[in-house]
């Protein structure tokens, strides 16, 4: 900065600019943590895995920011998806995984309908579709023959 006279005023506003600098590098440095995109994942250093999703990730994101992991969703297809994660934290992604995996297991238990009301109604299905009768009709015959 080049001034003329130095005043406490130019003096703050030159503090004040080093200080947005160093906190916007500061920033920039900082590696991300948690859900992030492919390409900042891979931006990390050390090596990186993956694993097929299936279902929502919604469940999984916040069973994921239990374990502090850092991952990234890829869809491959129509609720499909691919899970990067980084290598280094492959025993927290298996935790974090089977405890995603347990929630499902025990929402999809919860949503199942018992065998005995499925047969009930089945029997209440077959009981209101009409009954199909075969006629049998003979053909007429021919007087050639």
């Known amino acids: 900065m080049k001034a003329g006279k130095l005043t406490a005023r130019s003096l703050a506003y030159v503090i004040r600019a080093v200080g947005r ?6 920033r920039a440095s900082k590696t991300p943590h948690g859900k992030q995109t492919v390409k900042k994942l891979m931006a990390h250093s050390g090596e990186k895995n993956s694993i097929e999703l299936s279902g929502d990730t919604k469940q999984f994101d916040r069973v ?7 991952y990234a969703f890829y869809q491959t297809g129509p609720d499909k998806y691919l899970l990067f994660f980084k290598s280094q934290q492959a025993d927290a992604i298996t935790a974090c995984f089977s405890e995603y995996s347990k929630k499902v297991l025990d929402k999809t238990k919860s949503q199942r309908i018992p065998i005995r009301e499925q047969l009930k109604r089945a029997a209440d299905a077959l009981t209101r579709q009409p009954s199909h009768k075969r006629e049998r009709a003979k053909e007429a015959a021919h007087e050639d023959r």
């Open 21 to 26: 600098k160093i906190a916007k590098e500061y």
């Open 64 to 70: 994921a920011r239990k374990w502090n992991v850092d």
